[in-house]
């Protein structure tokens, strides 16, 4: 018996979820939980591929119709000016390893879904909007200067990447909005490249991640230690990366303190607490300007 | 895709050389598949401009990032009908396509009076033997409301209010006609992997 056709009281609520998110059907809302519940349900993985399977084989069967003639020579022209993205230097069937959702969802990434959300909310919510843009040319602007550089986009060739970042940053400086007043501290791999961003706010801490690897979150855990110039690291919070590219996750534990150190660093460590020191080497460390 | 012919070895090969940049490919894929998305485009849409838009914005990025398609999990075809829903869905929602959508809404806005069934227009022209009598083995309302949400592009509480359904009915409503097509369908789906994860 298929996830879709089992049935479970207590998961109804979900299963049904599962079906509208399928169908693409889903309020912004809905999406949203049914976006966090997603990642960790088997079940609801399932359901939402039977459900994958089910449409497909209905849509197979609508009357074809054909475009114009000219579509064909339009789109060839097209892709003379359309950017092709760095993993396509990978083997068609052999996909790089991506977000957690390409391995979850068969018929649409959370990612995606995410960012269609934020510009649907973003549609229905103007003064929502006009408060967040008030925000973003000054973060988007300190986030550049602690060098990241991921506001950079060709907006000329690459119309969805456009939208899709500048959905994905909308979101994010919700978050920063959430944090009120925020001081950021840039943190750098060995190689002297930024991969993550702790950012400070008078309410919570986060840690903005960009390129940092995907932890397995039943095994391993990020742990964030604050430096000092004498005496070992002290570790200030934990929390998982599940997405490879740009995200930004709340660092969970006791924060007290955290603006007395001089650095900040990032460690990869086995199991699901943190150590009272560190056991491997930082994957990212920065140093606190003012 | 069944009513192509060709197997997932061709679309390997296709894909293949397509990572390694060679528009050919993209031209063949676009000859073997343009008719599937532009038809389920229109379907959506209800607007030819709009349909060959969103055609071309599919294999568009089809060329911009192929390995976006993860063959683990289904069949190519599967994963570009998937995109090409996608993509539509984002069309009909889009500021400029409200008004096209408000007349479509007020075209079905009139089956109480008039008796006609809205789902009934998305799905009358099916084709296939299996799908059709697992179409017609549904209550209607179920229909209706998968076809509102997936033809139509609409979402629940839209499929709700054109209705007249609660909005926790219309959810059960989609969840026991999923679940009846899964149970009919079953042996023509049989154990084919489900359709790959859309990065659109």
Redesign the interface.
């Known amino acids: 018996m298929s996830a879709l056709e089992s049935n479970d009281p207590a998961h109804a609520e979900w299963d049904e979820l599962a079906v509208g998110w399928a169908l693409r059907a889903l309020e912004p809302d809905d999406e949203d939980r049914f976006s966090g519940h997603l990642r960790g349900c088997e079940r609801c993985t399932n359901s939402v591929q039977d459900s994958s399977r089910v449409i497909t084989a209905l849509v197979e069967q609508l009357p074809l119709q054909s475009p114009s003639p000219e579509l064909r020579s339009r789109l060839l022209a097209e892709i003379g000016n359309t950017r092709r993205t760095a993993e396509t230097a990978t083997p068609a069937g052999q996909p790089e390893s991506r977000l957690p959702e390409g391995e979850l969802i068969d018929f649409a990434a959370a990612h995606d879904r995410s960012v269609a959300r934020r510009a649907r909310t973003r549609q229905r919510s103007r003064s929502t909007w006009t408060t967040i843009s008030t925000l973003v040319a000054a973060a988007a602007a300190v986030l550049v200067i602690a060098g990241l550089g991921i506001w950079n986009l060709n907006l000329q060739t690459d119309r969805d990447n456009a939208v899709s970042v500048a959905a994905e940053r909308e979101g994010i400086l919700q978050d920063l909005a959430a944090a009120g007043e925020v001081s950021m501290t840039p943190l750098h791999d060995g190689d002297g490249r930024p991969v993550a961003t702790l950012v400070q706010g008078s309410r919570q801490t986060m840690v903005m991640t960009n390129g940092l690897q995907v932890n397995d979150s039943q095994d391993q855990i990020y742990v964030l230690w604050g430096l000092k110039e004498v005496g070992e690291p002290q570790p200030l919070g934990t929390f998982d990366v599940v997405n490879g590219e740009l995200d930004m996750r709340t660092v969970g534990s006791t924060m007290s303190g955290i603006d007395t150190f001089n650095g900040y660093g990032l460690t990869l460590e086995s199991g699901r607490a943190a150590p009272e020191t560190p056991t491997l080497p930082m994957v990212a460390s920065g140093q606190v300007t003012t | 895709?069944?009513?192509t012919g060709l197997s997932p070895a061709d679309d390997?090969d296709l894909?293949?050389r397509?990572?390694?940049?060679e528009?050919e490919a993209?031209?063949q894929i676009?000859?073997r598949y343009?008719?599937?998305v532009?038809?389920?485009a229109?379907?959506i849409l209800g607007d030819?401009v709009l349909?060959?838009d969103t055609?071309?914005?599919v294999?568009?990025?089809v060329?911009?990032?192929?390995?976006?398609?993860?063959?683990a999990?289904?069949a190519f075809?599967?994963w570009l009908?998937?995109l090409a829903?996608?993509r539509s869905?984002?069309a009909v929602?889009r500021?400029e396509s409200q008004r096209r959508r408000r007349d479509r809404l007020a075209e079905l806005e009139p089956p109480a009076l008039t008796g006609e069934d809205p789902s009934e227009k998305a799905l009358d022209?099916?084709?296939?033997a299996?799908?059709?009598t697992a179409?017609s083995g549904l209550p209607a309302v179920q229909r209706e409301a998968?076809a509102l949400?997936?033809f139509g592009?609409?979402?629940?509480?839209e499929?709700a209010a054109l209705t007249g359904a609660p909005l926790g009915t219309v959810?059960?409503r989609?969840?026991a006609g999923?679940?009846r097509?899964?149970?009919v369908?079953?042996s023509?789906?049989g154990d084919?992997p489900?359709?790959?994860?859309?990065?659109?």
């Open positions: 895709m069944s009513r390997a894909l293949a397509l990572a390694s940049g528009s993209l031209a676009y000859d343009h008719r599937q532009f038809s389920l229109l379907r030819h349909a060959e055609t071309q914005e294999f568009l990025a060329w911009r990032d192929p390995t976006k398609f993860d063959p999990k289904g075809a599967s009908l998937s829903h996608h869905v984002d929602r500021e022209r099916l084709a296939g299996d799908v059709r179409l998968l949400a997936y592009g609409y979402t629940q509480r499929v959810k059960t989609m969840l999923m679940r097509l899964r149970q369908l079953g023509a789906l084919l489900s359709a790959g994860g859309v990065q659109a």
